[in-house]
């Protein structure tokens, strides 16, 4: 049996807060190969996810620890949905081929994922060109307010 503990999940945040890009993983997959793909991700507030689809596959979110919000788009960056995971939502499930995001709320948040494989990098079509030339702090700040119906300036 595969467990992620109280510890480790405590663990994985702390190695977050200490990397470069404020996100660590720990894959319950073996191999990157394999065809579901199933991680915990911890990420700290300023980490920069920036706005981006995977057209082969759905994508499932749960929050194991801290607070997610995540936002879906339409083509031209509007937002069509937006959910609190660890608040108003347990689970959302975002289409193949969906532009999404997602922003850590608390220190030591860590968020579980599930979707096809094998893994494959973001390619560049796939990173919605208006999100790109942004910082971080200026996607998360528009992402924590960001209300269905609007659109990225």
């Known amino acids: 049996m595969k467990r ?3 510890s480790d999940l405590a663990d ?3 190695q977050a807060q200490n990397a ?3 996100r660590m993983n720990s894959n319950l997959h073996t191999d990157l190969a394999d065809p579901v793909q199933r991680l915990a991700i911890a ?3 300023d980490t920069l996810i ?3 689809r995977h057209p082969h596959t759905w994508e499932v979110l749960t929050a194991l620890r801290g607070r997610f919000t995540v936002l879906v788009f339409d083509d031209a960056g509007g937002v069509t949905e937006r959910a609190e995971l660890g608040e108003d939502s347990s689970v959302v499930e975002i289409p193949a081929g969906g532009w999404h995001a997602v922003l850590s709320r608390d220190v030591g948040a860590v968020i579980f994922e599930v979707k096809h494989g094998p893994y494959a990098p973001i390619a560049e079509a796939d990173v919605a060109a208006w999100g790109k030339g ?3 702090t200026e996607l998360n700040a528009w992402y924590a307010k960001a209300q269905v119906g609007e ?3």
């Open 4 to 6: 992620l503990t109280t």
């Open 50 to 52: 920036l706005p981006h």
């Open 134 to 136: 942004r910082t971080a």
């Open 151 to 153: 659109r990225i300036a």
């Open 20 to 22: 470069p890009r404020l």
């Open 43 to 45: 990420m700290e507030p």
């Open 12 to 14: 994985l945040g702390q």
